[in-house]
């Protein structure tokens, strides 16, 4: 058997054989394009070893050297580097189908709400910017990664922060209203001409929505 000159990568975590030719990949890079593939490898195969060297290299029988090439060959070219670097090059020649083409593959693989919003400032895709923006405010600050917090920069996560404690706060009264007077949260309810405000979690999405989308397209 023979490495292949181009996908035996010395990092390489799983391995493969197609054909005469043993391919060497990152499992993290497979998974990344298809959750069945990531279920189908970490389910024990019941051959020990299988698929951690080239003596145990996983057999794909019924596939040659020439289609799983082909294969591997679309996988590493459709990582988010290789992408982010085709939409960088697309915009800067105006060439409007491969910017589509990019931004296409990049919504359909594993991104972060944070390195959406990025993405969306660097490269004008305003688009991604409302789901991003929820995504973030609707979950605790702890689940923001450092490196979220650099792509994000020192004002953009200020706005989110403090978007993350208005929820918080709107619903924590909220609650207690209604737990007190026996209403259903979210509702508006009278008693006399009291009423429970509606659920303001829509209009802290949007007015937040709204402040990140002018900072981010300015």
């Given at each position: 058997?023979?490495?292949?000159?181009?996908?035996?990568?010395?990092?390489?975590?799983?391995?493969?054989?197609?054909?005469?030719?043993?391919?060497?990949?990152?499992?993290?890079?497979?998974?990344?394009?298809?959750?069945?593939?990531?279920?189908?490898?970490?389910?024990?195969?019941?051959?020990?070893?299988?698929?951690?060297?080239?003596?145990?290299?996983?057999?794909?029988?019924?596939?040659?050297?020439?289609?799983?090439?082909?294969?591997?060959?679309?996988?590493?070219?459709?990582?988010?580097?290789?992408?982010?670097?085709?939409?960088?090059?697309?915009?800067?020649?105006?060439?409007?189908?491969?910017?589509?083409?990019?931004?296409?593959?990049?919504?359909?693989?594993?991104?972060?709400?944070?390195h959406k919003l990025e993405l969306a400032h660097k490269y004008t895709i305003p688009g991604w910017i409302p789901h991003a923006t929820q995504a973030l405010i609707?979950?605790?600050?702890?689940?923001?990664?450092?490196?979220?917090?650099?792509?994000?920069?020192?004002?953009?996560?200020?706005?989110?922060?403090?978007?993350?404690?208005?929820?918080?706060?709107?619903?924590?009264?909220?609650?207690?209203?209604?737990?007190?007077?026996?209403?259903?949260?979210?509702?508006?309810?009278?008693?006399?001409?009291?009423?429970?405000?509606?659920?303001?979690?829509?209009?802290?999405?949007?007015?937040?929505?709204?402040?990140?989308?002018?900072?981010?397209?300015?």
């Amino acid at each position: 058997m023979n490495q292949h000159p181009m996908f035996w990568f010395a990092d390489g975590n799983i391995v493969f054989q197609a054909g005469d030719m043993i391919f060497c990949l990152h499992k993290s890079i497979l998974f990344m394009h298809s959750q069945t593939l990531e279920t189908i490898l970490t389910m024990p195969s019941g051959v020990e070893g299988d698929g951690e060297n080239s003596n145990h290299a996983i057999f794909l029988e019924g596939i040659s050297m020439d289609e799983f090439e082909h294969f591997v060959s679309w996988v590493y070219h459709h990582t988010i580097a290789s992408l982010t670097a085709i939409l960088k090059i697309s915009q800067l020649w105006m060439i409007e189908n491969s910017i589509q083409w990019a931004i296409t593959n990049l919504e359909q693989l594993d991104l972060s709400p944070a390195h959406k919003l990025e993405l969306a400032h660097k490269y004008t895709i305003p688009g991604w910017i409302p789901h991003a923006t929820q995504a973030l405010i609707f979950s605790p600050l702890s689940a923001i990664s450092d490196g979220d917090v650099s792509r994000l920069g020192l004002r953009m996560y200020s706005i989110i922060a403090k978007a993350c404690e208005m929820v918080k706060f709107a619903y924590q009264i909220n609650t207690n209203i209604a737990g007190r007077l026996g209403f259903t949260f979210g509702g508006t309810k009278l008693l006399g001409s009291f009423s429970i405000p509606q659920n303001p979690w829509p209009s802290v999405a949007s007015s937040t929505t709204l402040l990140i989308s002018h900072t981010l397209m300015d």
